[in-house]
């Protein structure tokens, strides 16, 4: 059985409570000599398995302060490996309780995993933390959010590496597109990817707007009102060359092109914004 595999194999096993693989203190210490003078892979399983409380403790302590995305059982394979490793390699004269000697290698063999998942190098990543802890501390003294001359006055840093320094702390945070929302009231979980926009989809509230001004323009205003309309927003015309090419004084242009708006806004609500863009996809 391959090592993974194993791996998986106990961690079902440590989701029950601790197993004593040993009934006794004696048993336990008789398979560790037993193991040491000839070390068997059924034996080495045995004392995996009495020991993998102490891996899922040691996983469930470090999932606690990582992100919601981070899976125990993740942590618990490295750790599983680590615990393995420390079986291996322990000294039964030092006169040391393997509980002691192995905690400190199960936990680097789960860190080390983490260190190999993370995309962002460890040195940008501790100076980003370094800038956090930083901000936060002057924001308890200071009372209020420091600006960036407070903060790189702090870290002693020149304006230009301080600006790089916070593009890459900008850069090391990712949001899982598959983690859910805890603040959400509805009756189904949420998760990021159901709330990103689709800058390539269209409003329907605004294409519904847009038809209707489209329609008003096209039907209900006289040729010189969309004349009006059409020069003064799609081809950027002044009020004045407006009135020079119909014909008109530059104050009946604009008493017309008041009329229109007010009109527009009385019947659907719009500005003169959505009056532009309507003009322009008229005349596209």
């Not at 398979?31 to 409380?53: I, M, S």
């Not at 420390?86 to 260190?115: M, N, S």
């Not at 004045?240 to 659907?268: F, N, P």
Request: charged share 30%.
């Amino acid at each position: 059985m391959s090592r993974r595999k194993y791996a998986a194999r106990l961690r079902r096993v440590s989701r029950e409570q601790h197993v004593r693989t040993f009934p006794d203190e004696a048993s336990l210490a008789a398979a560790w000599r037993q193991f040491k003078a000839n070390p068997t892979d059924e034996l080495r399983n045995r004392l995996v398995e009495h020991y993998l409380y102490l891996v899922r403790y040691t996983a469930e302590r470090i999932r606690a302060k990582l992100p919601d995305e981070v899976d125990v059982e993740d942590l618990m394979s490295a750790g599983i490996f680590g615990l393995v490793d420390a079986i291996d390699a322990f000294d039964l004269g030092r006169g040391v309780k393997f509980e002691t000697y192995c905690a400190p290698r199960i936990r680097g063999a789960v860190l080390d995993e983490l260190r190999s998942m993370d995309w962002v190098p460890r040195l940008v990543r501790h100076r980003a933390q370094r800038l956090n802890e930083t901000i936060r501390m002057l924001e308890a003294e200071l009372g209020r959010i420091p600006t960036q001359e407070e903060v790189a006055e702090r870290l002693r840093l020149p304006r230009a590496q301080f600006e790089k320094l916070v593009r890459d702390a900008n850069a090391v945070s990712l949001v899982s597109l598959s983690q859910r929302l805890g603040d959400s009231d509805s009756s189904r979980d949420i998760a990021e990817i159901d709330i990103v926009p689709d800058e390539q989809s269209t409003d329907p509230v605004a294409e519904a707007q847009k038809a209707d001004i489209k329609h008003i323009i096209a039907n209900e205003l006289t040729r010189a009102e969309r004349l009006i309309i059409v020069l003064y927003y799609y081809e950027q015309m002044t009020m004045k060359e407006i009135g020079a090419t119909l014909d008109l004084s530059e104050s009946r242009v604009s008493q017309m092109h008041s009329a229109i708006i007010a009109r527009l806004r009385e019947q659907l609500g719009v500005d003169q914004e959505d009056l532009a863009r309507a003009g322009t996809d008229l005349m596209a």
